[in-house]
């Protein structure tokens, strides 16, 4: 099974930071590899998809790299609406799927 | 307006069992994979089930096998997870989502979700 690591599990940020989360695969996944944004109490929405790509409607802030293991999830400029939790998630391994453990981002 | 709305779900006791649905508009549901993936209290994600757009394919997580069915109504546009044999762990928000495949794979829709509690 592909296991997936992130890296802060938290960090505290203030607006107009930059902000940078890594996500790592136990093995190559290519660039099946997608982020989400979850807000307490809400759905998990869609960011990032394919490394790199972001999903439509998403603030041009959040951007996407990386392939193989090694991936990032950056936000150039924190507003007070990202604070949030951020999970990575591969889809190499289809149709069986798996997330990263979050990484919550909180106001310094 | 692509929409997902879970319901079903409830407090259950441990051995108990429990069917969530969820109801899909705005999109051609038949020719979407479809996803179940739920969050314990004050946990992360984890994917769940999937089906294929016939239902000919269906795939879980270890810890549900052999005690959760995935399953569709593509002529109700609806998907359900029928949960047997119930357990503590199984406690947590369900959400369903769509499952896109181009250019690879994300869940780019999902629902508000459905709690399922499971306590004696």
């Known amino acids: 099974d592909i296991q997936m690591t992130q890296s802060p599990s938290s960090l505290s940020a203030s607006v107009g930071d930059r902000v940078t989360i890594t996500c790592r695969a136990s093995q190559s996944i290519s660039s099946y590899l997608n982020w989400y944004q979850q807000k307490p109490g809400k759905a998990p929405k869609l960011l990032i998809y394919a490394a790199s790509s972001l999903q439509s409607g998403v603030p041009s802030r959040f951007s996407g790299s990386g392939s193989g293991t090694d991936f990032t999830l950056t936000i150039s400029s924190l507003q007070p609406e990202d604070f949030a939790t951020y999970y990575c998630?591969?889809?190499?391994?289809?149709?069986?799927?798996?997330f990263g453990p979050g990484t919550k981002v909180d106001i310094k | 307006e692509v929409q997902l709305v879970e319901s079903g779900g409830g407090l259950v006791q441990p051995g108990g069992s429990l069917r969530l649905s969820c109801a899909a508009s705005g999109f051609t549901f038949s020719s979407y994979w479809m996803s179940w993936v739920r969050q314990a209290p004050g946990k992360g994600l984890e994917w769940v089930a999937n089906?294929?757009?016939?239902?000919?394919?269906?795939y879980y997580v270890d810890s549900v096998k052999g005690r959760f069915t995935i399953s569709r109504d593509n002529a109700k546009n609806s998907l359900y997870l029928q949960m047997n044999s119930l357990r503590a762990e199984d406690t947590a928000v369900y959400y369903c989502a769509r499952d896109c495949e181009t250019p690879t794979i994300y869940l780019d829709v999902w629902g508000k979700g459905t709690t399922v509690t499971v306590s004696s």
């Open positions: 089906i294929k757009q016939d239902g000919s394919e269906k």
């Open positions: 998630q591969q889809s190499y391994s289809t149709p069986h799927y798996t």
